[in-house]
């Protein structure tokens, strides 16, 4: 059993993790912060791309079930000596790992490895492809402060074309019975990813309207040669998520982003920081999520 993406999921099937989420946050609420749910098992995180949140979460959520864990850095690896992926995951595998959490800069990289690897996979992050285990995290973010997402707007604006955690959303939250709409200008808004569910636009304004959440996506600006924007002065003119464009959504709607943040220019430095915010959360959520995920994977399936 592997978490790769959203493909072939049914909502009980999410909603299953979410509820287990649950427990594993009452887990962290306990003085003592662990249970012996994979005790005995290897946990093997290969990360062949720079994290902060996401590997910490990880190795944090393994360690909360009594997992041993075993990390993985392409820098300091035979990687950098010529060693292919499989050859890679291949010779972790024969040192008995039970499982693999992987980020790889290329698209489809968390699939090679559950082919090569034969085990348990979980999808860390694939290029610009897919993040679930974060949008996981953002749905139930979503759902601890406002309920049931059947019907909710969903307002995600930014680098959209660079963007997994926009993808994964916007496969996610449909499923969920969220309605979704990708903003940005025009060269970071990809046409394909227009589907039942999910709308495209160019005008926060019309984004935001209705929408009980708005996510601000990260301006990858390490990838932003190709010329897809005129100047990030103007991006935060039009598309910075501040306390002005929030005032068109609804009164109660929330900010997320997935973080790490450029303050002040995909979104504004005080609504970042002010009440209406649920980013320090969506950390928080992250290892709960994490240990939810890691749960349903291992044991589930012994089960």
């Known amino acids: 059993m592997h978490l790769l993406d ?7 099937r999410v909603h299953s993790i979410l509820d287990s989420a649950d427990i594993m946050r009452e887990v962290l609420d306990r003085p003592v912060k662990k249970v012996p749910a ?3 098992l290897t946990i093997c995180t290969a990360f062949f791309e720079n994290s902060t949140r996401t590997r910490t979460s990880f190795e944090l959520a393994a360690r909360r079930m009594s997992a041993d864990v075993v990390s993985f850095a392409a820098g300091a690896s035979s990687l950098s000596k010529g060693e292919s992926l499989r050859d890679t995951i291949e010779t972790l595998k024969a040192m008995r790992v039970d499982a693999f959490i992987v980020r790889h800069p290329a698209s489809g990289a968390a699939h090679l490895v559950a082919r090569y690897g034969g085990l348990p996979t979980l999808n860390a992050g694939d290029g610009r492809r897919a993040h679930p285990t974060q949008a996981l995290l953002d749905a139930y973010t ?7 997402l059947e019907g909710l707007k969903v307002a995600i604006i930014g680098d959209v074309r660079h963007s997994r955690v926009a993808r994964s959303n916007a496969e996610l939250l449909p499923l969920l019975g969220a309605e979704v709409t990708l903003c940005g200008p025009a060269p970071l808004l990809p046409r394909e990813l227009a589907r039942p569910g999910v709308k495209l636009t160019t005008d926060p304004r019309e984004a935001v309207k209705g929408a009980g959440a708005v996510m601000a996506l990260r301006i990858q600006q ?3 040669a190709g010329g897809f924007l005129p100047s990030m002065a103007e991006y935060a003119l039009s598309y910075q998520v501040n306390e ?3 005032a068109e959504a609804r009164e109660d709607a929330v900010l997320l982003h997935p973080g790490p943040m450029n303050l002040d220019l995909e979104v504004s430095g005080s609504l970042a920081r002010s009440e209406r915010s649920l980013i320090g959360e969506q950390v928080e959520n992250g290892v709960a999520v994490r240990m939810a995920v890691l ?7 012994r089960e």
């Open 222 to 224: 390490e990838r932003m």
């Open 142 to 148: 979503l759902r601890r402060r406002l309920g049931s």
């Open 295 to 301: 749960y349903h994977l291992l044991v589930g399936r």
């Open 6 to 12: 959203f493909q072939g999921w049914s909502a009980e």
């Open 38 to 40: 994979l005790q005995g």
């Open 244 to 246: 002005r464009l929030l």
